[in-house]
């Protein structure tokens, strides 16, 4: 499993995310690029440029033809996935630390950061395929400000109108976006902050991470925990292998905390965890800061990380990954 | 005797975790076929509404 390392980003990313077919993924950074590269050989397709600060966070929609991103300059943007081109510019008052498509690319949900006398705001735009995408309305389709802590991530479920969030507190709530009502939540999801929240394939479930050093899968509906994975590091990214039983978490501690801590180089680890029996398998080490986003091939091939250290590391699972039963033969759906 | 203690606590793990295993297929089981009836709702429901438009 020899890694492809992803050079091109100075500064350290923020998300990353492949497209439905897998072929290609996207990397935001805090150097305010996007960039795009072939997921099979970690060649550089493309980059997008124009963003005056962060670049937090990004989405492909369905069809690869949009891609969606949020920034600390206080703007959303709307690009041409194949030319590079934005095409359309959302400004708000505050930086945009959260973006999410719909499952039919039809509208995005998107988190402002509370600041400076605003309260953090989740806002939903539909999303005009019409024409070349630059025609897109300035107002979003609803608007609300979340009761009680911020939210620090956010996906559409397959309920329409309905978004799953998770907040600074830990909670991870249910919400209305027509209504902005809280439709249902878990206070005690987390008790530090939600880092990353990634839906499953059908979007029944999806799993978090969190500062609290834990992950949890729950179930979209009903926002029951159904699994929890406790490891004794903060965590800032949390993904579900497709077919087989594993997720994958990232984490590490802070920067500024590294000095202080025996820490050696390219010790930084992505952790395999068997998804049903809650237990560690295995560690993929060489980032050498904390790993902040972590994704995985919609096909289950590859996997990708992103750190701090401003590398993007992208490792092909081998043939003993899909072979092998570490504890036995039972059959686990995915 | 302590191989016999071993083999008793690895049965009782292959237990557990064909315990988890049943609960997690029972889980999925269930969600999927929720979402089969819901998947089913939604077409018909597409096919109503084209059917009001002709």
Known sequence: MRPILLQGHERSLTQIKFNVEGDLLFTCSKDNFINVWFSHNGERLGTYAGNNGSVWTLDVDPESRFMISGAA?????????????????????????????????????????QRMGHQCAIRV?????????????????????????????????????????????????????????EIDNNERAHSDVVTDLQLSKDRTYCITSSKDKAARIHDTKNLMVIKTYNTETPLNSASLAPNRPYILLGGGQE????????????????RFWHKVFEEEIGRVKGHFGPINTIAVHPGGTCYASGGEDGFVRVHHFDDSYFRSKPYGDMEIMD | DDAAEESNVSAELIALRKRLVDEWNAWRTLHKKELGEQKSLKSQSAREEKEEIE
């Open chain 1, 255 to 270: 920067a500024m905390n590294v000095t202080t801590t025996s820490a050696r180089q390219g010790k930084f680890e992505t």
């Open chain 1, 73 to 113: 300059d206080n703007t959303l943007r709307l690009w041409a996935v194949s030319t590079g081109k934005c095409l359309y510019t959302w400004e708000f008052p505050t930086a945009v630390k959260r973006v999410a498509f719909n499952e039919e690319g039809t509208q995005v949900v998107c988190i402002t950061e």
């Open chain 1, 125 to 181: 735009f539909n999303i005009n395929k019409d024409g070349d995408g630059t025609n897109q309305s300035k107002e979003p389709l609803y608007m609300f400000n979340p009761i009680g802590s911020k939210a620090t991530v956010c996906a559409f479920t397959l309920t329409p109108n309905v978004i799953i969030t998770g907040h600074e507190s830990g909670k991870v709530a249910l919400f209305n976006v027509k209504s902005g009502e």
